[in-house]
């Protein structure tokens, strides 16, 4: 434990800065400048830490239109990294996580009716909660069209071809849960986007989330800048670096109360990684990446295998009568996991289970 904490480093601290936008959490005016960024060719910006809230973002933030281009770059690139067999293995993945999350609610006795998932990506995480509640109706939200495609073709589940920074007031009071895995570290604006899960919510509707922890997933480019004095390139898309403590705040402030509330994932925590100044870490930013390179020539590379769904799914039903496997799976899901305070800004993924009450 000691050497663990002493690899935990000091607060990050910058220069304070009169921000070009108001923070997306709480309209503070100014904060800490703690990095320079490119994301891809497409932007120079700056991550901002707001001094009252804690929250990091880009400072200017993307517009629609970057982060569409930046987004399905990134699709390409890293498709292009995965082999199909690794992306069958990553499918099933979501569905186990999936099941295991569903296990999780009936255990406190939540049944789902209408789930609403924002970013479904493939689609096998609601289709294993599903698994688990077969009468819930999925409906998945995303800005993509091919993603919405592939999620009607492959699960029959509901499409919303939208941002969640949108209002729509069709949907309010509609869902039983809500699920954002891996997309609030992506959103433009986190205030619209918690305002509108709210809304969308019926009243002690659950809201289901896992981002990166602010704190770990910043800290490259807070040492690119800090101590090489230089930009680092934001290849991720990743817009919001969450404070554990500060997130917690702001959605108690919006009439959440927390379910469970923790930081997991501590194998990057423990080796120390991102928080020496190791260039390896660092992007390397004299060969920033051509966006319109990778959507025009590389698009056709990709892999547009289609993977079936019982090709998937075979190995999970040969072993889906063995209660024993069930049982043990499900009770490693949270065994496995050291979980920690987010509030202490160690670990590398923060998991959020929330119960709205609506006034
Ligand atoms: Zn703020």
């Known amino acids: 434990m000691n050497r663990l904490l002493k690899k935990i480093p000091t607060p990050l601290k910058g220069k304070i800065v009169e921000r070009k936008e108001a923070c997306r959490m709480c309209d503070s005016k100014s904060g800490d400048k703690i990095g320079e960024v490119d994301f891809w060719d497409i932007k120079n910006s700056d991550i901002v830490k707001c001094e009252k809230c804690g929250l990091m973002q ?5 517009t ?15 498709s292009l ?3 199909p067999k690794d992306q069958g293995k990553n499918l099933l993945r979501n569905f186990r996580r999936g099941f295991l999350f569903g296990m999780s609610l009936k255990r406190k006795k939540i049944i789902p009716q209408q789930i609403l998932e924002l970013g479904p990506g493939s689609g096998y995480f ?16 995303d800005v993509n069209k091919e993603v919405l495609l592939i999620n009607k073709r492959t699960h029959q589940f509901n499409t919303i071809e939208s941002i969640p920074e949108t209002y729509d007031p069709e949907l309010e009071n509609k869902f039983d849960l809500i699920i954002a895995r891996d997309i609030i570290e992506h959103v433009i604006d986190i205030g619209k986007v918690i305002k509108n899960v709210k809304a969308y919510l019926k009243n002690q509707g659950i809201f289901h989330f896992i981002t990166p922890n602010g704190h770990e997933d910043v800290w490259k480019h807070y040492l690119t800048y800090n101590e090489l004095n230089k930009k680092s390139e934001l290849l991720i898309n990743h817009v919001n670096y969450f404070d554990g403590k500060g997130l917690l705040d702001y959605l108690e402030r919006n009439d959440f109360s927390s379910l469970e509330y923790y930081t997991y994932k501590l194998k990057t925590t423990r080796r120390g990684r991102g928080w020496k100044v190791d260039t390896k870490l660092m992007a390397p930013v004299s060969q920033q990446k051509n966006s319109s390179f990778y959507i025009e020539k590389e698009f056709e590379k990709v892999s547009q295998e289609n993977f079936d769904k019982k090709d998937v799914l075979n190995k999970w039903y040969i072993h889906k009568n063995r209660k024993l496997a069930t049982y043990f799976l499900s009770w490693y899901h949270h065994a496995n996991l050291i979980t920690l305070a987010p509030e202490l800004n160690v670990g590398h993924e923060i998991y959020g289970l929330f119960r709205v009450t609506k006034k």
Do not use: H
């Open 64 to 78: 629609q239109e970057e982060t569409a281009k930046g987004c399905f770059a990134y699709y390409i690139e890293e």
């Open 126 to 141: 609601s289709e294993g909660v599903k698994f688990v509640f077969p009468n819930a109706n999925v409906t998945v939200m």
């Open 58 to 62: 880009l400072d200017p933030m993307l």
């Open 81 to 83: 990294r995965t082999s």
